[in-house]
C-alpha cells in the first residue's frame, strides 16, 4: 500500500515522497546480508512524481530511501499495513523529503497497531 505526498521542487527537481507500509517475512535481506526480524515496515522513497496522459509517474533513484520497522509480526494482514499507512502524516513526508530521518524516527514512534 503506497501513499504519495507532493512537495515544492528541491535542487535536484524531486518534488515527492512515496510512502509505503508492507509485512516482510523474517530473513536474510540479499542486498546488504543482514538477517532481519518479520513485520510490518514503512518506506519512505524521495523522488519526482509527473502526471502524463491521465496517469501520473514516479521516479527515484534505487536504494535511495529507507525503511523502519514498525512492529514485529509473524504474519501479514492488510488491515494492519493499511492502518498504519494511514497514520503517517504529511509532515513525517515532509522530514523524509528534506532529509530528517532522526524526526521520522522519532515521529513513527507514535503510530499505533
Do not use: H
Request: net charge positive.
Amino acid at each position: 500500500m503506497k501513499r504519495t505526498f507532493e512537495f515544492t521542487p528541491d535542487a535536484n527537481g524531486e518534488n515527492a515522497v512515496e510512502v509505503s507500509a508492507f509485512y516482510r517475512k523474517a530473513g536474510t535481506n540479499w542486498y546488504n546480508g543482514a538477517q532481519e526480524r518479520g513485520g510490518f515496515y514503512v518506506s519512505f522513497q524521495k523522488g519526482t512524481r509527473t502526471k502524463g496522459n491521465g496517469y501520473y509517474s514516479f521516479e527515484c533513484m534505487m536504494f535511495g530511501g529507507f525503511k523502519v520497522m514498525i512492529v514485529e509480526a509473524s504474519r501479514d494482514n492488510k488491515k494492519k499495513a493499511e492502518k498504519i499507512l494511514t497514520q503517517v502524516t504529511e509532515q513525517m513526508a515532509r522530514d523524509a523529503f528534506e532529509g530528517n530521518q532522526k524526526a521520522v524516527f522519532d515521529a513513527l514512534k507514535t503510530i499505533t497497531v
